[in-house]
């Protein structure tokens, strides 16, 4: 069984920084994709971005510019840098591992479904 820790989270004030963590029980090279993504009550679930195995990685408009995904193997760890953060980036963020897509359209969870427990990121004043 894989297991995704995700750590980071906090509040912060619109303008501020935060990096979010997600250690994986098993060698971030042995999934295609790594992902992040956000969800809010009432709302559907957004991918934030994503990593490939080959290094490609993907923003939607909302955080282009503003988000960094990256990864240190050697830790089985992939980051999450999140600067110029606004209030509509509140939200509890997952991390999600061997993802069935992450390409020029987007991300998608995989058939097997690894997910963390999810962290909780809140901007305000």
């Known amino acids: 069984q894989v297991q995704l820790v995700e750590s980071g989270g906090g509040l912060v004030q619109p303008g501020g920084s935060l990096r979010l963590s997600c250690t994986v029980s098993?060698?971030?090279?042995?999934?295609?994709?790594i992902g992040w993504f956000r969800q809010t009550p009432g709302k559907e679930r957004e991918g934030v971005s994503c990593?490939?195995?080959?290094?490609?990685?993907f923003y939607p408009d909302s955080v282009k510019g503003r988000f960094t995904i990256s990864r240190d193997h050697a830790k089985n760890t992939v980051y999450l840098q999140m600067n110029s953060l606004k209030p509509e980036d509140t939200a509890v963020y997952y991390c999600a591992a061997d993802l069935g897509y992450c390409g020029p359209y987007g991300l998608g969870p995989g058939p097997a479904n690894y997910w963390g427990q999810g962290t909780q990121v809140t901007v305000s004043s």
């Open positions: 098993r060698f971030t090279l042995d999934f295609d994709a």
């Open positions: 990593i490939s195995k080959s290094g490609y990685t």
